[in-house]
Each structure stands twice: as C-alpha cells, then as structure tokens.
C-alpha cells in the first residue's frame, strides 16, 4: 500500500522560519540537515499537534539524496522538486524567480540548493537549443 505525505502547511512562510530556527538553534548552521534532525524540530515546534508536516521540512532543508533515502525506507511517496518548489513558492505571492527580492523575509537563505529545483529546467533547454544547433 502506497503512503503519500500530508498535505503542505497552508502558512508555509512560518513554518519554513520556525522550523530554520529550531534547526539552527539545535543543530548549528549547516547547507542541509538530515531528516532525523528535520523531525525533530518537528517536534519540538508549534505545528507537531497539526498534521505531521517534517516531510515538507525536509524537502527544504535537506538535501536530495537525504530526503529520498528516508523515503525509500519509509514507504512514502514524495518528490522533492515538487516539495520543495511548493515551499518556496509559499514565501511569498512572488513567483519563485523573485522571492529573494523581498525586502522583510527574515530566513537565511545560503542553504538553498536552486540547481535542484532549475537543474532539469536548464537542461532540457540547453538540450533543445543544443539540438537546434546539431540540425543545423
């Protein structure tokens, strides 16, 4: 039987941020952090009497590889991309292209690794423009 993830916080924004600072607080500054450590801020934020929403805390703090295998041995069905994608966007009304551009949000960004959430993007478009050329 096949185990989907909860749906997304509906204030992504506020999760994101209170989850960081317990992270940060708990574990020091780091690019990612493991799913372990994603689940225990969970647990020790505000939302762990809601849905259980550490899922969509790893597919923005933790790296690919980390946020696959612990769904490899949970059962549940996630795609990171898509998570991560969707928390992002959910900082802000902005397309993902321009939150960075918001003058009051108070996260520390360094940990984002945009090449996973662009990186198919970009290379489906240098493909198509590389296969343009090869035709030539």
């Not at 939302?47 to 059962?75: I, P, Q, V």
């Amino acid at each position: 039987m096949e185990k989907y993830c909860s749906p997304a916080p509906i204030n992504k924004k506020e999760y994101i941020e209170d989850i960081g600072k317990i992270l940060v607080n708990e574990n020091g500054k780091k690019k990612y952090y493991k799913p372990e450590e994603v689940k225990e801020a969970h647990k020790k934020s505000k939302w762990y009497n809601n849905l259980d929403f550490a899922c969509w805390g790893m597919s923005t703090y933790s790296s690919r590889s980390d946020f696959e295998k612990h769904h490899e041995e949970t059962g549940e069905i996630c795609d990171y991309s898509e998570m991560k994608t969707e928390m992002l966007n959910g900082l802000s009304d902005m397309p993902i292209s321009d939150w960075t551009e918001i003058p009051d949000l108070d996260i520390d960004a360094s940990w984002l690794d945009f090449g996973d959430i662009f990186g198919a993007v970009f290379e489906g478009i240098g493909e198509f423009i590389g296969g343009i050329f090869d035709s030539l």
